[in-house]
């Protein structure tokens, strides 16, 4: 990328339509394309297979993460399905052991239909352990959600290249901006866009970008037979959302490091985890009993599912996005009925921190 990233995401989608001049990239919510003769394409044909306002967002996305191709769409769990459609039936995979529930629970579906079969692992050691040449594939989140646990992307892609494995990527949590997987070995990267790309609270979207073009053409293909590709409009409000991203994202980053802080020095706080990038935040509150009544007591912060968004919010992993996983698996790595998740949003940083500490006010002190 010649200009720096602030510059090319502020840039996005202009001076792509010669005919009228627009600023803001056309919504082209036509299904379909005709052809200016016989035998011939304007490129586009039908809006499944390629759509122009589709295209900006790809090719802005596949800049991005550095990659050849990048695919759009209709939500993260299609983007996981689409890269698990690259692997023939009954293929092995070794998977993050701490991962999001929704990626969980797919994992554990296309396991009970006998078409895949999933291993988990932590850490670097136990991945070189479990590894073969059975294994087609290295599906890793780090950090991961919601114990912010850590690999070394190099590493894990070094040890999965070596057994002849694909290395995946999910960099819903820190985005380009602070984690480029494909600069680090990996093959493939997922996004749930939903969450910091476009960050408003407003769209569903997932992302695929691969590293290779032949990985990228698969891929094309595969999406166009399957069909799971983001509509225009959502196109259109996904590249609005990437122009503010670094702003947001810096933003977000910066009351993070503070309300960590504040955490950090609170008695009724037991453990916080902060991989000091980013903004998402977990920790484990000194009285279990009090979820509920802390929950309620905020004022500023959303008790809702999701992350990455403007707005402030907080999480209980046990009965949302993560009752899926089996309680007593749960219970063995980590995560307890005393977790709670924070996604940092833009606000004032202090207005945030005076919530949490309001809200903690009604706990037990350790
Ligand atoms: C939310 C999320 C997903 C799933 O994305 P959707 O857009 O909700 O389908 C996948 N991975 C991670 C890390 C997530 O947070």
Request: hydrophobic letters at 40%; a negative charge.
């Amino acid at each position: 990328m010649g200009e720096n990233i602030e510059t090319f995401l502020a840039q996005l989608g202009n001076r792509v339509d010669e005919q009228t001049g627009a600023v803001s990239a056309p919504i082209h919510l036509s299904t379909t394309y005709s052809h200016p003769k016989f035998g011939h394409s304007t490129g586009f044909d039908y809006t499944r297979t390629k759509n122009p306002t589709r295209a900006i967002l790809e090719e802005g996305l596949a800049k991005l993460e550095e990659g050849a191709q990048a695919i759009v769409t209709s939500s993260g769990m299609s983007a996981i399905q689409l890269v698990f459609q690259l692997f023939p039936a009954g293929s092995a995979f070794l998977v993050s052991r701490d991962l999001y529930g929704g990626s969980y629970r797919y994992f554990k579906e296309i396991e009970r239909q006998g078409i895949a079969k999933f291993l988990y692992f932590d850490t670097e050691e136990e991945l070189a352990a479990q590894i073969t040449e059975n294994i087609s594939a290295v599906f890793i989140e780090t950090p991961t959600n919601p114990l912010m646990r850590e690999v070394s992307i190099k590493r894990v892609a070094e040890i999965a290249k070596s057994k002849g494995a694909l290395t995946i990527v999910d960099n819903t949590f820190l985005t380009p901006l602070r984690q480029k997987p494909l600069t680090q070995g990996a093959d493939l990267v997922v996004h749930s866009a939903t969450k910091f790309l476009a960050g408003h609270n407003d769209i569903l979207a997932g992302v695929v970008v691969a590293k290779t073009q032949e990985l990228g053409e698969r891929l094309l293909y595969l999406a166009n037979t399957t069909g799971p590709t983001l509509a225009a409009f959502d196109c259109w409000l996904f590249i609005r959302s990437l122009k503010t991203l670094p702003l947001r994202f810096n933003q977000q980053e910066k009351n993070a490091k503070i309300v960590v802080e504040v955490l950090q020095n609170h008695p009724a706080v037991k453990e916080v985890f902060y991989p000091g990038v980013g903004a998402m935040v977990s920790f484990k509150i000194a009285d279990e009993s009090k979820v509920g009544p802390f929950l309620e007591q905020l004022k500023l912060f959303t008790y809702a599912e999701s992350l990455g968004g403007v707005e402030s919010l907080i999480t209980y992993p046990t009965t949302q996005t993560h009752a899926d996983i089996p309680e007593a698996e749960r219970l063995a790595y980590g995560l307890t009925p005393d977790l709670l998740r924070l996604s940092i949003g833009i606000e004032d940083a202090h207005d945030l921190a005076a919530d949490l500490t309001q809200g903690l006010s009604i706990v037990t002190r350790k």
